[in-house]
């Protein structure tokens, strides 16, 4: 429960990012930090949280405490809207391409899936977001090291680099419908009604 996410909101109610509930609550005890009510949108500072926050959502319970786990906090001071690149990691393309060969588009789990250069690092492809794909253990023997030319395979989609809001992947607000209401509705449809976004 405490490695689960919270999104981060700057002073103007903008994504700039999510952290973890443990960081989270250590934001909100420290006061530069509010925790925003899902259903009212109320911002409740630490000691109103824990005596009056929301009932429907996970609580973290221990000796002398029991209060709400907060999904959505606002900063009480920062308001910067960092545009972050979204980091180039296996985690990442593997996010991008919804954990499926782009060559098959089988998912085989995380323990079966490698990243493919597309071009070749033998012959020059680097590894970037342009040139690596997720690919099952198969695909990727198969394909070995040669150009899709070559051996007659195709992309099921070209890679791109993603454009995530605030650096959320889309399996992240697909899981958190909450945070749905705080992400501009243009980035939400791009991230979510485009795989490769």
Known sequence: MLDRKTLVLNRSWMPVTTTTVRRAVVLMARGVAGAVHPGTFEVAQWET???????????LRGIGFDFPVPEVIVLT???GCPDLPVAFTRRNV????????????????NGRLTID????RSRGGETSWLNCVTACVSCNARKADHT????GMRLRREPVVPRWPGGLDPR???????????????????TLGDKTA
């Open 49 to 59: 949280w824990i005596e009056r926050g929301p009932d429907d959502v996970g609580r």
């Open 77 to 79: 001071t920062y308001n």
């Open 94 to 109: 593997y996010r991008r391409d919804s954990h499926e060969c782009m060559y098959c588009g089988r998912s085989p789990g």
């Open 117 to 120: 250069h597309v071009q070749p």
């Open 148 to 151: 899709l030319e070559a051996i």
């Open 172 to 190: 992240s607000l697909r899981e958190r419908p909450v945070w749905h209401r705080f992400i501009p509705a243009k980035a939400l449809s791009a």
